[in-house]
């Protein structure tokens, strides 16, 4: 509470953001809670630059990761290749696909799922532009809604910051934790739902037939007993 007021808190917030974007220690969001339930009853930091500053840091961060996930893939390290680990390296590269926005933006509030989407995202080569946009939108909202639980935790217990300070910070991974299933559930059966179109040779054989006569299988292949992969 006493550094509350120093001058170095800020940056000190901005790069304990920036280090979680790309590497998940400790999630970030805790020192933004207890320094807002701190500034609820004294007015440092003031709640607007804390906010900026925990925004700036993770912008930063996410794009470090989304980098790295270019230039490294997510197969490098032994903790990217755990079988849990994977699961959800495989569930977010194919999700981006279909709804990264979502994905992108939700993945903000969850510790793990933000470095996970954040290296999907440059690994499988999700628009740079986009993936900058989203994840400007979504570290401010993640920043504002972090510094609003310690707020309104700080006006609560005015009495006892510490006490505050504690329950805020279990609220704010309660809450990241209620955010990572919904949206995994919504993604599942959005997913679900996608699968469950017609298919088109079922309905259409004709369609299959004019597949077919599109292949063309080289002589080569036909000599030596190669079944293609593919045509033209």
Not at 15 to 31: I, M, N, Q, R
Not at 55 to 60: F, K, N, R
Not at 109 to 121: A, D, E, F, Q, T
Not at 170 to 176: D, F, K, P, Q, W
Request: charged share 15%; proline share 4%.
């Amino acid at each position: 509470m006493h550094a509350a007021n120093a001058w170095w808190i800020l940056p000190i917030v901005c790069l304990f953001c920036f280090v979680d974007g790309f590497l998940p220690l400790l999630p970030s969001e805790t020192l933004l809670v207890a320094l807002a339930v701190v500034a609820a009853g004294t007015g440092v930091p003031n709640l607007y630059l804390l906010i900026l500053a925990g925004a700036a840091g993770a912008i930063a961060g996410d794009q470090i990761a989304y980098r790295l996930g270019r230039r490294i893939g997510t197969e490098r390290f032994a903790w990217m290749r755990r079988e849990r680990t994977r699961r959800l390296f495989d569930f977010a590269g194919r999700e981006l696909n279909v709804r990264g926005a979502m994905l992108i933006f939700t993945a903000r509030y969850v510790p793990i799922g933000r470095v996970v989407v954040n290296l999907s995202s440059g690994a499988t080569g999700f628009s740079y532009r986009r993936f900058t946009l989203l994840d400007i939108a979504g570290s401010l909202t993640w920043a504002s809604y972090s510094v609003a639980i310690g707020v309104a935790a700080g006006a609560w217990f005015h009495e006892n910051k510490l006490l505050g300070i504690a329950i805020s910070v279990c609220l704010a991974i309660v809450m990241g934790y209620l955010i990572d299933k919904v949206s995994h559930a919504v993604l599942v059966r959005l997913g679900r739902r996608g699968t469950n179109q017609p298919d088109p040779f079922a309905t259409d054989p004709a369609a299959m037939v004019g597949l077919r006569r599109t292949v063309r299988v080289p002589a080569v292949a036909q000599e030596g007993g190669v079944t293609p992969t593919g045509g033209s």
